[in-house]
Nanobody, 122 residues
Framework: QVQLVESGGGLVQAGGSLRLSCAAS?????MGWFRQAPGKKREFVAA????????AHANSVKGRFTISRDNAKDTVYLQMNSLKPEDTAVYYC??????????????????WGQGTQVTVSS
């Protein structure tokens, strides 16, 4: 069973940057990032196909966040720039073990990390 370990969350001022990392214990087809703010449903942020490297980003983060991967390290990153207070949430990485197409629904992901808190102060 693939396991995911996230790191890189923290407190940052609005306009700042953070980079989240997600190390996988094995190879998967697609990796995704989701987030959940207090009182809200978990929402899709970004996804990347592990072998091809094509990506998808939610409209709310497009142009500010970038998902990437390092095949040698089995690690996926989420570079977050121009952070806003509304980006405050627990961020989760997730792995799809079955199909190679990019997926945006959380039900399409099989394994989840423990989550890392990102707090953006105004």
């Amino acid at each position: 069973q693939v396991q995911l370990v996230e790191s890189g969350g923290g407190l940052v001022q609005a306009g700042g940057s953070l980079r989240l990392s997600c190390a996988a214990s094995g190879r998967t087809y697609v990796m995704g990032w989701f987030r959940q703010a207090p009182g809200k449903k978990r929402e899709f942020v970004a996804a990347i196909n592990w072998s091809v490297g094509n990506t998808a980003h939610a409209n709310s983060v497009k142009g500010r966040f970038t998902i990437s991967r390092d095949n040698a390290k089995d690690t996926v990153y989420l570079q977050m720039n121009s952070l806003k207070p509304e980006d405050t949430a627990v961020y989760y990485c997730a792995a799809n073990l079955r199909v190679s197409g990019l997926r945006t629904a959380e039900t399409e992901y099989d394994v989840w990390g423990q989550g890392t808190q990102v707090t953006v102060s105004s």
